[in-house]
C-alpha cells in the first residue's frame, strides 16, 4: 500500500514538473516570436528612410510649401487654441494615428487620425466627455 502511494505521487509530481517545463518553452518561443517581428518592423523602416530620400530641390519646396510632419496637422492647428503645444506621438501605425497635445505635460487636445478613411477627430480633453469632440471631419 505505502509503495502503491509512493509511485502515485511520483507520477502526480513527474506530470506537474512536465506541464511546467513545456509552459517555459511556450514563453520562450513567443518571446522569440516577437523580438523576431520587432527587428522585421525596424528592418522595414530603416529600408523605407532610405528609399524615401527626396534629390534636394524636391525637399527645399516641400519645406517652404508645409511646416507640418503629418498631413493632418495644419486641420488640427486651425481647429484648436493657439498656444505652444508639445506634440506627443502615442500611437502611429498603418491602421491609424493618435496624438495628444500639451503643454508642460498637461495633455489638452487629443487627435485621432484614421488613415484609411482620412478621417481626423479632435478631442478637447480638458472639457466634458460628451462635449469634448470639436472636430469630426474627412479630410
Avoid: H
Wanted: net charge negative; charged share 30%; glycine share 6%.
Amino acid at each position: 500500500m505505502k509503495k502503491s502511494l509512493q509511485l502515485i505521487g511520483l507520477l502526480l509530481l513527474l506530470t506537474i514538473i512536465s506541464a511546467c517545463q513545456s509552459d517555459t518553452e511556450q514563453e520562450v518561443n513567443n518571446q522569440n516570436d516577437e523580438s523576431g517581428e520587432t527587428t522585421q518592423e525596424n528592418e522595414s523602416d530603416i529600408a523605407g528612410d532610405v528609399s524615401e530620400e527626396p534629390d534636394n530641390e524636391t525637399a527645399a519646396n516641400e519645406n517652404a510649401d508645409s511646416a507640418y510632419e503629418y498631413e493632418e496637422q495644419e486641420v488640427i492647428e486651425g481647429q484648436i487654441e493657439e498656444g505652444t503645444y508639445d506634440v506627443i506621438v502615442e500611437t502611429d501605425n498603418p491602421g491609424s494615428r493618435v496624438m495628444f497635445y500639451e503643454i508642460n505635460g498637461e495633455k489638452y487636445y487629443k487627435t485621432v487620425f484614421v488613415k484609411e478613411d482620412n478621417r481626423l477627430k479632435i478631442i478637447d480633453i480638458q472639457n466634458d466627455e460628451e462635449q469634448g469632440l470639436i472636430y469630426n471631419d474627412i479630410i
